[in-house]
Structures are given as C-alpha cells and as structure tokens.
C-alpha cells in the first residue's frame, strides 16, 4: 500500500455517489486485511465487515460479545489496505443512543465509509437466529438520529437495520424503515428478509437506499445480483461466504495434513506463494526500497 490510495473521505464521496447510482454495489464479506486484497482484485464494488465473522476470528460466537475497540481496530486494519468503500457492522452502536454517536465517531477515525447500527436488543444475536427481540421503535430512531447527529463526514454512510420482521412481522420493519429514513438514514438494512416480494415491498416503501443481506444457511433465498436489481435493491453483501469458503479448506487441508503426513496433495489447490507476492504488491516495495536507499556500498 506505498502508491497513493483514496482518502476515508473519498472513499465515502465514492461510495454516497455509487448507491445513487442506480447500479448494485457487491461487497463480499473480507475475514481479514489480505482478503479485502482479492476482493479489490476481482473487481467488486466495496468491502463488507463482518460483525458475525470479527467475532468468529475471535473465537466468539456472535451474541454481542465483541467491544467497539475491537472492531475499530479491525475495521481500520481491513478498509486501508484497499481503495474500495467499506461498510462496518456496528450491531447495535454498543449501548445506548449515545454510544451509538461515540461509535460512528470512533469508526469515522478508522477509515471506514460506513456502518450500519441495528434496533436489536442488548446483547444481540445474530440475525437469522430465532429468539430475537427489538428494542421499541422510540429508541431505535433514536440510535439513527444520534448517529446522523455525531458523524462530521456528511458522506459517512449511516445505514439503519431493523431485525423487526422476525418479531413483529412484515408490516412492522415497513413502518420502521419509513421512520428510520425519516430520522436521517442514509441507507436501509431490512434483515431476514425471505424473497424477493419482500425487498419489492421495502422498496415501494421507502426512497432510499437499500442493501440485501446474501448469507448462507439463514433465514433467506439466496438471490443472484440480477434478480436483486430488479427488485430495487443497491447494494447487496455476502457477510460470512468467504470465511465459510475459507474454513472449509482449511479443514480439508489439515485433515489431509494428519491423515498422510504431507500437504502434496494439495498443493494444486493452494495459493501459489507467486500470487500471495503479486496481491502483496511485492514489487512495489522493492522499488520504493531502491529508490529510498539509492547509497551503494
Ligand atoms: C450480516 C451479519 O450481521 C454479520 O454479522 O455479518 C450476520 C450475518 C450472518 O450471521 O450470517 C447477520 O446477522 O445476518
Ligand atoms: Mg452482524
């Protein structure tokens, strides 16, 4: 990362800009700084910050048990070593409204180009468990509108998620996403959500933004980037697909690693160590090196 690299603040000009555009925004989920790397190299739009796996690369499943220092120090980690926008999971802002306000601040500094804050009870879960609640749509606008407050970049993304389908039904996350972009969100998050008739539904509901949550084995239809742009959605994730792609390779290699006492076999499978040294921009620090130290012994 030596050559120059968009600043936060253009990060964020680009990423407002690209949700208005119109086009869908792909952001995989990155489960460390180098796959943020191959997601900028495959040329998607945008990088997703897992809260699910941050707690997972901690060993921790994810029921809010991860603190905002922790996921700053990530989330700054992962969105410098790319030039694409990257959105944070922020959970539920980690407290009241005012640590909500404290949070965006906090991820503004990382770099990040934006966060969404969710109306789930402390401690949450993840979305597509049962046994959810909902704090009362009082105090979930009031986390948006602390958040819309604290933020000093105008262009830091602040997407408001509302996991009320799952408690209260559908009728309830359409009158909160209403609210929620009344109080100032920028961006909407209807999570759970189980087909495409109900991000249609969002869609006629609300003028702003919206993203679709693409992860595995939950609680919704994996739908293709074209059928999600034709029900009006803007920007899609897929939070968990890589570290799940990730784990499971990693579990077949140690597996052959035990059982035949040599990774050979599977060596047409690995990254070659070339390709780590191209995505790793190798190169570029050998001629920063050469023309910083230009003495010659
Ligand atoms: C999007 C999400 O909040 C996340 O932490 O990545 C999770 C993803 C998952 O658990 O599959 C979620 O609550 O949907
Ligand atoms: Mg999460």
Same mark, same amino acid.
């Given at each position: 990362?030596?050559?120059?690299?968009?600043?936060?603040?253009?990060?964020?000009?680009?990423?407002?800009?690209?949700?208005?555009?119109?086009?869908?925004?792909?952001?995989?989920?990155?489960?460390?700084?180098?796959?943020?790397?191959?997601?900028?190299?495959?040329?998607?739009?945008?990088?997703?910050?897992?809260?699910?796996?941050?707690?997972?690369?901690?060993?921790?499943?994810?029921?809010?048990?991860?603190?905002?220092?922790?996921?700053?120090?990530?989330?700054?980690?992962?969105?410098? #070593?790319?030039?694409?926008?990257?959105?944070?999971?922020?959970?539920?802002?980690?407290?009241?409204?005012?640590?909500?306000?404290?949070?965006?601040?906090?991820?503004?500094?990382?770099?990040?180009?934006?966060?969404?804050?969710?109306?789930?009870?402390?401690?949450?879960?993840?979305?597509?468990?049962?046994?959810?609640? #909902?704090?009362?749509?009082?105090?979930?606008?009031?986390?948006?509108?602390?958040?819309?407050?604290?933020?000093?970049?105008?262009?830091?993304?602040?997407? %408001?998620?509302?996991? %009320?389908? %799952?408690?209260?039904?559908?009728?309830?996350? #359409?009158?909160?996403?209403?609210? !929620?972009?009344?109080?100032?969100?920028?961006?909407?998050?209807?999570?759970?959500? %189980?087909?495409?008739?109900?991000?249609?539904?969002?869609?006629?509901?609300?003028?702003?933004?919206?993203?679709?949550?693409?992860?595995?084995?939950?609680?919704?239809?994996?739908?293709?980037?074209?059928?999600?742009?034709?029900?009006?959605?803007?920007?899609?994730?897929?939070?968990?697909?890589?570290?799940?792609?990730?784990?499971?390779?990693?579990?077949?290699?140690?597996?052959?690693?035990?059982?035949?006492?040599?990774?050979?076999?599977?060596?047409?499978?690995?990254?070659?160590?070339?390709?780590?040294?191209?995505?790793?921009?190798?190169?570029?620090?050998?001629? !920063?090196?050469?023309? #910083?130290?230009?003495?010659?012994?």
């Amino acid at each position: 990362m030596l050559h120059a690299t968009p600043t936060a603040a253009e990060k964020r000009a680009a990423f407002r800009a690209a949700l208005d555009s119109g086009e869908l925004q792909r952001f995989p989920g990155a489960f460390n700084p180098l796959s943020a790397k191959l997601i900028e190299r495959q040329g998607f739009e945008g990088v997703y910050i897992s809260g699910a796996v941050l707690s997972a690369d901690l060993g921790l499943p994810d029921i809010g048990l991860t603190t905002i220092t922790e996921v700053a120090g990530r989330a700054q980690q992962i969105a410098r #070593v790319t030039s694409l926008p990257s959105l944070v999971d922020a959970d539920t802002g980690f407290g009241e409204p005012m640590n909500a306000a404290r949070t965006v601040q906090l991820l503004e500094d990382a770099g990040v180009a934006g966060m969404h804050l969710e109306d789930q009870v402390n401690p949450k879960r993840c979305g597509h468990l049962d046994g959810k609640d #909902v704090v009362d749509r009082e105090t979930a606008v009031r986390r948006i509108k602390a958040a819309v407050q604290a933020r000093r970049d105008p262009n830091f993304i602040i997407a %408001a998620r509302t996991d %009320a389908k %799952a408690v209260h039904g559908m009728a309830e996350a #359409v009158d909160r996403a209403k609210e !929620f972009a009344d109080a100032g969100a920028d961006l909407l998050f209807p999570e759970a959500m %189980a087909d495409a008739a109900d991000f249609a539904r969002l869609r006629a509901a609300v003028d702003i933004p919206i993203l679709a949550n693409m992860t595995e084995f939950g609680k919704s239809e994996l739908l293709d980037a074209k059928t999600l742009e034709s029900a009006g959605v803007n920007l899609v994730i897929y939070p968990v697909t890589l570290l799940r792609l990730a784990m499971h390779a990693t579990e077949t290699g140690l597996r052959t690693l035990a059982e035949q006492g040599t990774q050979a076999p599977l060596l047409d499978r690995m990254q070659h160590r070339r390709e780590l040294y191209e995505l790793l921009d190798y190169a570029d620090y050998t001629a !920063f090196d050469e023309n #910083v130290f230009t003495f010659r012994l």
